[in-house]
């Protein structure tokens, strides 16, 4: 009886076995460029990369316009917001106190940019991402 429960364990394992060893680690590609409106680089922000299925990978936007993010290799729909930095940097309102920290960096301007451009589901903006390093410039109009 001892004999055949560890055959059946020793099958067991070996049909296993095989399901682990076909998957291959996702391929990465790391994805860099700079985002434009009306030809101006947009100071402040963040892009996503939206996948069919999954999270989002979202880069931050720096004052040049330009970003970075790894990215597995696939098929993305791309978003861009600047409506986080809506409030940033206002002046406090009448009765608030200013934050302290003189030498704080000055917080990126905030750009109105269309509402299509942030929305999954209606950005024209899509990329193909492959293994490696590649540069996604992307330009935004009206």
Do not use: N, W
Not at 61 to 80: C, F, M, N, Q, W
Not at 85 to 112: F, H, M, Q, R, S
Request: net charge positive; with cysteine; proline share 8%.
């Amino acid at each position: 009886m001892r004999c055949a429960c560890f055959t059946g364990l020793a099958a067991l394992l070996i049909l296993i076995a095989p399901l682990g060893a076909d998957e291959k680690p996702s391929k990465i590609g790391t994805v860099s460029g700079k985002v434009t409106f009306k030809d101006q680089p947009l100071p402040g922000g963040t892009v996503a990369f939206h996948p069919e299925k999954g999270k989002a990978v979202i880069a931050a936007l720096v004052a040049d316009g330009s970003y970075s993010a790894k990215v597995p290799a696939g098929e993305y729909r791309v978003t861009i917001e600047t409506e986080s930095l809506k409030d940033k940097g206002k002046e406090p309102a009448k009765g608030e106190e200013k934050p302290k920290g003189g030498d704080k960096k000055e917080a990126p301007k905030y750009v109105k940019i269309p509402e299509k451009y942030g929305d999954p589901t209606k950005t024209p903006l899509r990329v193909t991402v492959t293994e490696g390093e590649q540069t996604v410039d992307l330009k935004l109009s009206d």
